[in-house]
């Protein structure tokens, strides 16, 4: 560059300096050669900087954030004030790196440079590099690099592979394909010399915008969890050190400001969370209508220029105290309706303005895109929680309601009219078990006997300590007391409730109130506090029963349900359970489950070994964890194996399915009379606590369960002890058979 000023310049001063700077640099024959100690960068500081000079004019030194640089590096030299200056201010454990790049994406960079200048490829790099450089108040600034590589030139060395026109076009085509590209471009096969002038601009704003548009539409449905960056973006798009941001969405139907969850640790509503906590319904309710008919949003610059009018109301205080000197809240306005509301506050007077307000125009609609996006996928999770909780259309069914459900759709956007078609599926082999609560009514039974006895005890007891107006009741007790224990009726337990709420409680609670001796008194509060408020009746012996079935339905449904994650695995199959005093389940598998996959006989032969497996692993879990139950409880467990093929139907009016036709309907009717079904010429049931029953028809099913259960006894599951059983003969069902055999210890 100076030997070119040397003998071209026209201006005898240019000549001159030219000439006094190469004389200069003759003793230091490295900064003609070139070097590559970065050491020599510090020691030579000066004259390279008068070197350089043309290029970093002293009139722009203070306005231009410009730096020599060696190529392809993070060393940097030669900087102009303005740059030293950022760098002064980012502290001195700041190190600069570009921003968001990873070491194959910056190899293949480098890669493309050397396609442009030494294949002369005409490449336009769309991959903008950033420094980010925090300033002096901690706010994150972003500058754009443009670099100058004038100064620089690349050559092959001989480790270089040189490749063909074709690997280079196949080479654009996969620029995320980094071993390729290291293939035939290997480490350290190419050398670039020289210098290049690296110039920052500015984009904090531009940056800030970006990362804001990048959060707010980066939703993950499965894991609505927020961008704890946001703030920090909102401080370097605003340019304000110190900001809090906070946002409510508003409830339409109950006119009320509602925060968002999964922002609750990362917002700060002060302004938004005065206007919930602390006006009147109907002063909510004018200030929302006001902003609907003038959605104007509020700036404050400064809280101190208020007028002493406002500075004398309550929300006032509000913002002092939160040391709130400076602050924004923006209605979001959808359809001429508010929908959410913003609010950015700073202890810094004068941090916000019209201006900054402004700039909210650049990102409001980016807002709302992701204020209805987030409301999308939150009711798509809600109808996902109703579906999966509240309804039965089980996953592996799911694909015929949606088709249909299209079909509709389509035809509305059509204009035209259509009939949702029945969903139903053909020839289908059921499967049904159950883990029965034994002799649960018999219990609830006597703890109800318990109860009321025990009532009736206490209310003896509190009406003996009385002198006056107890004789008809005691009366009254001893008559019931006598009825419960010995010729019970059906109304005899409603016929004592509606004496306890007509005469006996509110005798009691007079009592209460009146002056009365502390005896007395302490024993009718005690009462009173045994007493279940919605039925007015002892219930402590019962509700140790409701809880402890709770507990065991609760269990053997989550086992069941576990389970069924590896059953679908085996062929995918509808699947349904219940809950009642113990639990029972469906299984229907088929082709028509599954049109797409190969159905065969195994399938069915491997799930019925599941749920042979399962119920045994349910009866052992259950023996775990039977001694931690409120009351003592048995469950006995049956599989019922049916081979003719079903139809199943979803019924509307229930929303469930239940099998279709009357042919099938005598499969249902066998499911309903086996729980209480006993062995034939035996008072004894066929289900036995402790053990599993299989009841079946015809000798291939106990070949094939007898298989079943010799595997699971080899296992140690079940014990040694095979039972074979006739079921006695139920109502229009004959010839059913039975194995019945022990659960091992677990």
């Known amino acids: 560059m100076l030997e070119h000023i040397r003998y071209n310049d026209r201006l005898e001063y240019r000549v001159n300096y030219a000439q006094s700077l190469i004389e200069k640099t003759k003793n230091f024959q490295e900064l003609r050669d070139g070097f590559q100690d970065t050491s020599l960068l510090e020691k030579h500081e000066e004259l390279i900087r008068l070197i350089l000079a043309d290029l970093f004019p002293t009139g722009l030194t203070n306005n231009e954030i410009k730096a020599a640089s060696i190529p392809l590096s993070n060393i940097t030299f030669n900087y102009t004030e303005r740059f030293t200056s950022i760098l002064k201010d980012a502290g001195k454990d700041f190190e600069i790196e570009l921003r968001n790049i990873n070491d194959d994406e910056f190899y293949v960079f480098c890669c493309c440079l050397i396609l442009q200048a030494y294949f002369k490829r005409d490449i336009r790099s769309t991959i903008p590099f950033y420094y980010d450089i925090p300033n002096k108040q901690g706010i994150m600034k972003h500058y754009k690099i443009t670099v100058n590589a004038d100064f620089t030139e690349i050559y092959p060395t001989e480790k270089a592979k040189i490749p063909s026109d074709e690997v280079l076009d196949m080479l654009l085509e996969n620029l995320d394909d980094f071993k390729l590209w290291k293939k035939y471009f290997p480490s350290k096969s190419w050398i670039l010399k020289g210098f290049s002038i690296v110039s920052l601009v500015d984009c904090t704003s531009e940056v800030a915008l970006s990362d804001l548009k990048s959060s707010m539409i980066k939703i993950d449905p499965e894991n609505l969890s927020p961008d704890e960056n946001l703030v920090e973006i909102f401080k370097s798009y605003f340019d304000v050190a110190e900001l809090n941001f906070g946002l409510m969405l508003f409830n339409k139907k109950d006119q009320r400001l509602e925060k968002l969850p999964i922002y609750e640790n990362v917002f700060t509503n002060h302004i938004l969370d005065f206007w919930i906590n602390t006006f009147d319904e109907e002063t909510r309710k004018n200030t929302f209508n006001n902003l609907n008919n003038n959605p104007k949003p509020i700036v404050i610059s400064s809280v101190d220029n208020l007028d002493h009018e406002i500075k004398s109301q309550p929300s006032f205080n509000i913002l002092k105290r939160n040391g709130i000197n400076s602050f924004m809240v923006i209605p979001i306005m959808k359809d001429n309706e508010l929908l959410a ?26 807002i709302l895109f992701s ?16 579906q999966r909780e509240y309804t039965t259309i089980h996953d592996s069914v799911v694909w015929k309601f949606r088709n249909e459900a299209e079909k509709y759709f389509n035809a509305s956007l059509a204009k035209k009219i259509y009939t949702l078609k029945q969903i139903s599926f053909k020839n289908l082999t ?5 883990s029965d609560i034994r002799s649960s009514s018999e219990k609830r039974y006597n703890l109800m006997l318990e109860d009321l006895n025990q009532q009736i005890d206490c209310l003896h007891g509190i009406f003996s300590l009385l002198e006056s107006d107890s004789e ?43 002056k009365s001796s502390s005896e007395v008194k302490a024993k009718i509060k005690d009462y009173f506090t045994q007493v279940f408020t919605q039925n007015d009746l002892f219930y402590g012996n019962r509700k140790s029963l409701d809880d402890s079935i709770t507990l065991v339905n609760r269990k053997l449904a989550d086992l069941l349900d576990e389970g069924q994650v590896k059953a679908q695995q085996i062929f995918p199959h509808y699947y349904e359970r219940f809950k009642s005093d113990g639990v029972e389940h469906n299984l229907y598998t088929g082709q028509n489950i599954a049109p797409e996959l190969h159905y065969h006989s195994k399938v069915v032969h491997k ?13 052992q879990e259950f023996q775990s964890f039977k001694k931690d139950l409120p009351i003592n409880l048995d469950i006995a467990s049956l599989i019922f194996v049916y081979n003719e093929k079903l139809d199943i139907r979803f019924r509307m009016d229930e929303k469930r399915f239940d099998v279709d036709g009357a042919f099938n309907s005598y499969y249902e009717i066998i499911k309903k009379r086996l729980d209480k079904a006993h062995v034939k010429d035996s008072n004894d049931r066929i289900t036995c606590p402790g053990k599993i029953t299989i009841v079946y028809f015809g000798m291939e099913n106990q070949r094939e369960y007898l298989e079943y259960i010799n595997k699971l006894q080899k296992k140690g599951v079940l014990q040694n002890d095979t039972e074979f059983l006739k079921v006695e003969d139920l109502q229009g069902i004959t010839g059913l058979l039975a194995l019945r055999v022990s659960i091992a210890q677990a």
Do not use: V
Request: aromatic content about 14%.
């Open 472 to 514: 008809k009741y005691l009366l009254a007790l001893d008559i019931f007391e006598n009825e419960l224990n010995n010729e019970i009726k059906a109304d005899s337990e409603q016929r004592f409730q509606r004496l306890l709420r007509e005469e006996i409680h509110p005798f009691l609670q007079a009592k209460l109130e009146i």
């Open 430 to 434: 059921p499967l049904f078990g159950f």
């Open 371 to 386: 204020l209805n996006r987030f409301s999308f996928e939150k009711n798509y999770q809600i109808e996902a929680i109703i």
């Open 607 to 619: 799930l019925r070994y599941w749920q042979l497996k399962t119920i045994c692993n349910m009866e």
């Open 341 to 366: 509301i913003m609010e950015f506050t700073s202890p810094i007077a004068n941090s916000f303005n019209g201006l900054k307000l402004k700039k909210m125009e650049f990102f409001t609609d980016m």
